[in-house]
């Protein structure tokens, strides 16, 4: 068995594991660490505990210490001078003309490098600013692009269940998210009410995908021809996914009749299980029609707003 100790730092989602050398480290206190970026300052969310050798990757860097009153004090003046850097790079930005916007600004822990975090439409020749910017602030000067999924993840928000949005409470990564997903839940394929905060699909469509997929797999489609318990062939008309049943036209003394199923009382040919790709990767032609197909559903809803207005 091998103790480990889980962090997570301010910009990152992501939980990094090291070695707790011996120290009984608890959850929620903060810790030095050593990191390809070079001493960071993390807080700890999995405590100190024993797992099998075999899931670790080695070798774990260890935790310098726990974090210090000295070390809280570094941090909070990092904070208060992150927000002067903050106001002086959108000043370059604005003297520089650049289509940029600033989302966020982090120093390191031992203030060897300051990091610019931002989006843009497209590339952005940012020389002459990071020229700008290493001569006000005297070290490394690091700008870094991001999309608009990684911008929520950092300044967070409320999503429209009322919770605090998944990605910069607590997912580590982006699951890649598609049309299908809504589809297959039976939502409304209205952009507004399928998409998040920033804009693309909701993270959150992909929480019960699975459970979905195997329900579905499990009643007909719409428009199939089933048999019934008590002897009777019908068109299925709908299906309740969660309740799994089905509503079945069926032929009753010459006179249809709309009834109302158990899956389990019914005969009919199983939904055909659609193969993935060994490699987990999306069908490139079938990716840019759902891109397409979304791009239509904005331009429709966008439409229907102006009508309105």
């Given at each position: 068995?091998?103790?480990?100790?889980?962090?997570?730092?301010?910009?990152a989602?992501?939980?990094?594991?090291?070695?707790?050398?011996?120290?009984?480290?608890?959850?929620?206190?903060?810790?030095i660490?050593?990191?390809?970026?070079g001493?960071?300052?993390?807080?700890?969310?999995?405590?100190?505990?024993?797992?099998?050798?075999?899931?670790?990757?080695?070798?774990?860097?260890?935790?310098?210490?726990?974090?210090?009153?000295?070390?809280?004090?570094r941090?909070?003046?990092?904070?208060?001078?992150?927000?002067?850097?903050?106001?002086?790079?959108?000043?370059?930005?604005?003297?520089?003309?650049?289509?940029?916007?600033?989302?966020?600004?982090?120093?390191?822990?031992?203030?060897?490098?300051?990091?610019?975090?931002?989006?843009?439409?497209?590339?952005?020749?940012?020389?002459?600013?990071?020229?700008?910017?290493?001569?006000?602030?005297?070290?490394?000067?690091?700008?870094?692009?991001?999309?608009?999924?990684?911008?929520?993840?950092?300044?967070?928000?409320?999503?429209?269940?009322?919770?605090?949005?998944?990605?910069?409470?607590?997912?580590?990564?982006?699951?890649?998210v598609?049309?299908?997903?809504?589809?297959?839940?039976?939502?409304?394929?209205?952009?507004?009410?399928?998409?998040?905060?920033?804009?693309?699909?909701?993270?959150?469509?992909?929480?019960?995908?699975?459970?979905?997929?195997?329900?579905?797999?499990?009643?007909?489609?719409?428009?199939?021809?089933?048999?019934?318990?008590?002897?009777?062939?019908?068109?299925?008309?709908?299906?309740?996914?969660?309740?799994?049943?089905?509503?079945?036209?069926?032929?009753?003394?010459?006179?249809?009749?709309?009834?109302?199923?158990?899956v389990?009382?019914?005969?009919?040919?199983?939904?055909?299980?659609?193969?993935?790709?060994?490699?987990?990767?999306?069908?490139?032609?079938?990716?840019?029609?759902?891109?397409?197909?979304?791009?239509?559903?904005?331009?429709?809803?966008?439409?229907?707003?102006?009508?309105?207005?």
């Amino acid at each position: 068995m091998t103790k480990i100790v889980g962090v997570r730092f301010r910009t990152a989602g992501k939980i990094y594991y090291f070695d707790p050398k011996n120290m009984m480290i608890k959850r929620g206190e903060h810790v030095i660490v050593e990191t390809a970026r070079g001493v960071e300052y993390g807080r700890v969310v999995t405590g100190t505990r024993d797992v099998p050798e075999n899931t670790v990757i080695q070798p774990l860097k260890p935790v310098l210490r726990v974090a210090t009153a000295e070390d809280d004090e570094r941090v909070r003046r990092n904070h208060i001078r992150e927000k002067d850097a903050y106001v002086i790079c959108q000043e370059k930005i604005r003297k520089h003309k650049l289509e940029m916007k600033l989302i966020d600004v982090e120093y390191t822990f031992d203030n060897n490098k300051v990091l610019f975090y931002f989006t843009a439409d497209g590339r952005i020749d940012f020389r002459e600013l990071v020229k700008d910017l290493a001569s006000v602030f005297k070290t490394r000067i690091e700008l870094r692009q991001i999309g608009v999924r990684d911008e929520t993840k950092i300044l967070g928000g409320i999503g429209s269940c009322g919770r605090p949005l998944c990605c910069h409470s607590y997912l580590a990564e982006f699951a890649p998210v598609s049309i299908k997903m809504a589809k297959e839940q039976n939502l409304s394929l209205n952009p507004t009410k399928i998409s998040g905060v920033c804009g693309r699909l909701m993270c959150c469509l992909k929480n019960e995908e699975e459970t979905y997929e195997y329900l579905n797999s499990r009643l007909p489609n719409n428009g199939d021809f089933v048999m019934t318990v008590d002897g009777l062939k019908g068109e299925v008309q709908s299906v309740n996914v969660l309740r799994q049943t089905v509503k079945v036209l069926v032929d009753v003394d010459d006179e249809k009749e709309l009834r109302e199923y158990p899956v389990q009382e019914l005969k009919f040919r199983p939904r055909k299980k659609k193969e993935r790709r060994k490699d987990g990767r999306q069908d490139k032609e079938k990716e840019l029609a759902e891109l397409e197909e979304m791009e239509k559903m904005e331009k429709k809803e966008g439409k229907s707003r102006l009508d309105e207005d």
